[in-house]
């Protein structure tokens, strides 16, 4: 069976369940699959599956000690009847650009596909592995993560979930979708601070052996909804898949024909999906990394130079305002050859000086699969009022970065590959940015609040408002907690009654 390891050490391993119950290396390492390149994924037969099938082949791949059973019915219990299309991500269309839209679940943003597959796996974990002990989801947001992982999570027994998020940091939308998250196992806390401070608060609490010890006398562990969790990471994998297959059966390409994706990202954990895809074979030809104004990950991958010494912008693309991309621990693994010890000299460089390098085989061989581009705020609003102006299509903020990035690569390189955009979020998470950017700064401050720009919004442009969305208004405020962000500790004792 395929075992995982810790990015930083490859003595530290574990099942493929445990690392899901685990979420972070005791190291502090990303647990990744040395051999995943080794997995074989039969295109010809992949392509015949709907995404329920689709998904339960893929995952028993990457998690192979769960039963084909056990596998079928996390995916059922996951997906059917969960989102508002069987296709679960289906593909549109805007002239001649190709849009995987990856927000048809309950929350209205890519995370769902994700996260409402991981307490699903771990749940299965911890009756495989005869854990008994309580499981707390901790979890930093920079706004999507935090509503789909506690409506993942709500009411989910033998687990409890704590999210932290900037409290000034995300949407309005966002906002409203945790604070008035219902359920008995629930715990949501705004942090005065940004979404770095947010996560790294996080991971302090998570390496604090004191309060690792004291949750284990009380029958309790921590794991993570973050795409630092393999359990996160795995179900992404699965719509490259199906993009692929989609294309081929509308006529766009032929099996074998190689495809670009385009992905507006932060953590890098959305992306990264897409290289873990590539090495299982599916034909990928570059991938694309869209950044906002931080763009962070626009200089690593042109210079090799991970900087995070640089102040945080707040954008309208709130999702996408990180610094340090978690995620791309996992690539400096693969890039390098799977070095432990030099992942853990860049990780360790980074947390000491704020920034690394990468040898120049390592850039060489990112370089190779990666493009890079970033569009600021500006951009992203006259790339919204573009599309819908020409085609119809309303693209939320962080598409619209996807989207910008990719016709500005397109011309500058004259690469004809089709490219598919990864569509991340509902314009309706978004609602006041998206509204301005097509009829106006002046017609959205008009309207009384974010509510009536969605309705606004749904009447001039015809495109329905989710139903998850339309009813925030009405719903009470249950959690209004705000934390310094030296205190976070401090909130999830409270949480927990320890």
Request: hydrophobic share 40%; proline share 3%.
């Amino acid at each position: 069976m395929n075992i995982y390891e810790s990015t930083r050490n490859k003595n530290i391993t574990t099942t493929p369940s445990k690392a899901v119950l685990n979420g972070l290396a005791p190291d502090g390492g990303l647990f990744v699959m040395r051999d995943l390149e080794n997995i074989s994924i039969d295109i010809n037969k992949i392509i015949t599956m709907s995404y329920i099938e689709m998904a339960e082949y893929v995952l028993g791949k990457l998690l192979p000690d769960y039963p084909a059973d056990v596998m079928k019915q996390c995916v059922k219990n996951a997906y059917v009847g969960k989102f508002d299309t069987d296709e679960v991500t289906p593909i549109a269309y805007a002239g001649d650009s190709i849009i995987l839209e990856l927000f048809h679940g309950p929350t209205c943003a890519f995370k769902d596909v994700a996260l409402q597959m991981l307490p699903q796996l771990v749940t299965a974990s911890k009756r495989l592995n005869n854990d008994s002990q309580q499981t707390v989801i901790l979890t930093a947001t920079s706004g999507d993560t935090g509503k789909a992982a506690l409506e993942g999570f709500r009411d989910v027994e033998g687990t409890k979930i704590i999210v932290f998020f900037p409290n000034d940091g995300v949407s309005t939308v966002q906002k409203a979708q945790m604070t008035t998250q219902e359920g008995n196992n629930t715990y949501v806390c705004g942090i005065n601070g940004n979404f770095d401070d947010t996560q790294t608060g996080v991971k302090i609490i998570f390496s604090d052996v004191n309060i690792k010890n004291t949750l284990l006398e009380k029958g309790m562990d921590f794991s993570s909804a973050n795409s630092i969790n393999v359990g996160r990471l795995a179900p992404q994998v699965v719509y490259y898949f199906y993009a692929y297959k989609k294309l081929i059966d509308d006529g766009r390409i032929t099996l074998g024909d190689k495809v670009n994706f385009a992905v507006p990202t932060g953590n890098f954990g959305d992306i990264l999906a897409g290289r873990y895809a590539k090495m299982m074979g599916l034909p990928v030809g570059k991938l694309i990394c869209a950044s906002n104004e931080n763009n962070v990950l626009y200089d690593f991958i042109n210079t090799g130079v991970y900087n995070k010494k640089r102040d945080l912008a707040k954008t309208i693309s709130p999702s996408m305002d990180i610094l340090v991309s978690s995620n791309l621990e996992r690539l400096l693994y693969y890039a390098s050859g799977k070095d432990n010890a030099l992942v853990a000299q860049l990780m360790s460089d980074l947390a000491t000086k704020g920034e690394y390098t990468v040898p120049d085989f390592m850039l060489d061989t990112i370089k190779d699969e990666f493009a890079a581009g970033y569009a600021d705020s500006a951009a992203a609003k006259k790339t919204i009022k573009k599309y819908f102006d020409r085609t119809g299509y309303v693209a939320d903020t962080h598409t619209a970065v996807a989207l910008t990035v990719v016709d500005e690569y397109k011309a500058t390189t004259g690469d004809t590959t089709p490219t598919v955009v990864l569509s991340t979020a509902s314009p309706y998470k978004f609602s006041n940015s998206v509204y301005s950017a097509i009829f106006g700064d002046d017609a959205a401050a008009a309207l009384a609040d974010e509510y009536a720009i969605m309705e606004d919004l749904n009447a001039k442009t015809g495109v329905a408002i989710p139903s998850s969305l339309a009813n925030l208004k009405s719903k009470p405020i249950l959690h209004k907690t705000v934390k310094e962000k030296d205190k976070m500790a401090d909130f999830v004792m409270e949480s927990l009654g320890v």
